[in-house]
């Protein structure tokens, strides 16, 4: 994220692409740079959705078919992100409470370890480093209450959430996949066993937590108790990484799970059931009641996995241009050429660095959406496209970097 490498030979590379490119240093005519784009064979300009906003001059720069509904695949996580940020402090966490129910006397618990999930998707999932093993911790609480023997079961407290993990709308081909893997109110290891979902997360853990307990020398005779009607006691408030760190890393790795969970978390704190349906309609509230442009609009899911998802070009805009002011939300957005699913993209080019986009892609679909950033990384253009009925990949990625480099170097 270094800019200082770059400085020393930002104008002799600068001239060198403006001999190659044949734009003026100052960068070339929006309006010309955008209909070169829009003739290229890699476009097709009747599916594709362009809008770009002068942050400091508050102008619009370029804009193509800006109202027109496009299925946006991953840039929704923009939309989920921002709307979370205005419920869930960026320092707040998620916390998973693990109680004992029933009566504790001589080291034996008469009734069961319970663990009330809250819709941390985070939970094990090995991406956070410095984050204690939950089962460990669960362990090392029963030890020092004293407890030896459970005369009753492990019981996971998944109701915090209403409706199903996985919406009805995803493809059936995504659902076996790690990455539509269903979001749960308690979530174990990503949900997921390497690159295949796995449906009960709370099996898996209670699994690893009778193997530990057994390692612990700490006997589980799994006598069926009643859940809910013994005295429940605190064992253990496990919280979460900041809420800036997760939606940081669900940014920067485009995780669906971690969308999902803060699309529903959102519907919770909205007073909702936390099912996808009624967060999404939540959603759709909260940008209507901002002022944003609905019309087009469609939010089924957090993550963009559904096709039904419908945005414009001009809404993902205007919550760019929101959200503009908030360093830490233009922090989650990668930057070009050296972070996350943009690492490779205007990689060795005067730009490097210098926009920090959210991708999108699904089979037909490309989509970009983000900041051009100053040397303080302070956004001065908030940028969005998104294109649907994709045929090449590669040359659409390429066409659209000459755009960015004709009309932002400088």
Known sequence: MKKERYKATFKSILLLLTLLLGTAAHGADPRQALDQLLASKAIDPENTAIYIWDLEADCLVASHRGAESMTPASVMKCVTTAALTGVMPYNSTICTNVYTEGRLSDGVLRGNLVVEG????????????????????????????????????????????????????????????????????????????????????????????????????????????????????????????????????????????????????????????????SSAKAAMQHWDALGLPMDGVEITDGSGLSRRNLLTAEFLGDVLKLHSDDPIYVSFFPLVGEEGTVKGFLADTPLQGYMALKTGSMSGIQSYAGYVVAEDFSPTHAVVVMTNNLKNRGAFRKALAKFFLSIFSD
Not at 120 to 145: N, Y
Not at 231 to 241: C, D, E, F, G, Q
Request: charged letters at 25%; proline letters at 4%.
């Open 118 to 277: 809250a819709g941390d998707p985070s939970l094990a999932d090995g991406r956070h480093k410095d984050m204690p093993d939950f089962i460990s911790q669960v362990t090392e609480a029963l030890k020092k209450k004293g407890v030896n023997h459970i005369e009753g079961e492990i019981v996971i407290d998944d109701s915090f959430f209403a409706g199903p993990p996985a919406h009805p709308s995803w493809g059936a081909s995504d659902l076996s996949q790690a990455y539509g893997t269903g979001c749960h109110a308690f979530n174990f290891e990503g949900n997921a066993s390497g690159k295949a979902a796995v449906k009960d997360p709370g099996a898996v853990f209670v699994r690893k937590m009778k193997k530990a307990l057994a390692e612990a020398g700490i006997e589980l005779s799994e006598t069926e108790q009643e859940t809910g009607k013994g005295k429940r006691s605190i064992l253990l408030a496990y919280r979460s990484p900041k809420a800036h760190d997760l939606m940081r890393s669900c940014m920067f790795r485009s995780d669906n799970l971690y969308a999902e969970s803060f699309l529903r978390l959102f519907g919770v704190e909205n007073g909702g059931d936390g099912s996808t349906d």
